[in-house]
């Protein structure tokens, strides 16, 4: 008589306190982070009137709006760089990473169905929820071309590291989203709590000012905040600011790392949660 194999077990248990994420398993779901994906990209634009082209038109129209107050009435010194472009170059890396926060530290709470029924990854729910921002960063970036050779810039080598700045801009706004959409399902004044946290960082970030007016005794103070380094970073590889990467870029990277580090940590020590939780 001849004996099958027997179909072997799986058990699915609770991570061990404060234990590392495994990021191969990441890896072996890759097809449901592409699904969940493009699911928040079509249902970003679903049933609006001009659809993608919202990604276009909220920059452009804070860009002009921030060009008159504080490009014409304020005065806000630019660098040498037409107002209009020193602003957007800002506002690019500054509305991605708003967006993917906000649409991160709330991806829990938006699949608690999905996440009470079966098992993956949970790292995979904020995870897709970066990926419309990026999208929108990517069509916006077309309007920043045709300003550059409107005003006749043309970048130089240093335009180059722009993947990298692009790359931290990402990697902040997944630290930051981590913490929040872990803290979103215990608690669900996070929902409330990060929209006045995102008014806040704005103005302690160098969208419509220079970085410049900062005293150099507090530059390495202001780069505990990382988005700062990715805004000067991507002035100064796109219109050729005159400061480059300094003691601030430096200060931002390691808080990025430690966000990073610390969100993934938290995320993986509270996930077998979230099931009951959410």
Not at 16 to 25: C, N
Not at 109 to 117: C, E, F, G, Q
Not at 120 to 128: D, G, H, S, T
Not at 192 to 219: A, E, H, N, R
Request: glycine share 6%.
């Amino acid at each position: 008589m001849r004996v099958g194999r027997s179909t072997p077990e799986i058990h699915i248990g609770p991570p061990r306190a404060w234990a590392t994420p495994d990021l191969r398993q990441v890896w072996r779901f890759r097809e449901l982070l592409y699904f969940l994906a493009w699911r928040a990209i079509k249902v970003r634009y679903k049933q609006t009137l001009i659809g993608a082209a919202w990604a276009i038109l909220q920059p452009v129209l804070s860009m002009a709006v921030f060009s008159l107050i504080f490009g014409g009435l304020l005065r806000v010194p630019s660098e040498g760089i037409p107002y209009p472009v020193f602003s957007y170059a800002a506002l690019l890396p500054w509305m991605f990473f708003a967006s993917a926060v906000t649409m991160a530290s709330n991806s829990l709470v938006y699949d608690a169905n999905l996440i009470s029924k079966v098992y993956f990854p949970r790292l995979i729910i904020p995870l897709a929820a970066t990926v419309p921002p990026a999208i929108d960063l990517a069509v916006a970036f077309l309007v920043l071309i045709a300003l550059l050779a409107f005003y006749g810039i043309v970048p130089g080598g240093a335009v180059l590291a722009l993947p990298l700045l692009v790359l931290l801009a990402w990697l902040t706004a997944l630290g930051v989203g981590l913490w929040l959409s872990a803290l979103n399902v215990k608690y669900r004044d996070v929902a409330y709590v990060v929209p006045f946290l995102m008014q806040v960082w704005f103005f302690v970030t160098p969208v419509v000012y220079p970085s410049g007016l900062i005293p150099d005794p507090l530059k390495a103070l202001y780069g505990l905040n990382p988005m700062v380094g990715v805004i000067d970073g991507f002035r100064w590889a796109l219109l050729g600011a005159h400061h480059g990467p300094d003691v601030s870029m430096l200060v931002s990277v390691g808080t990025v790392a430690a966000l990073l580090v610390s969100g993934l940590l938290y995320f993986r020590r509270t996930e077998s949660q979230f099931a009951d939780v959410v």
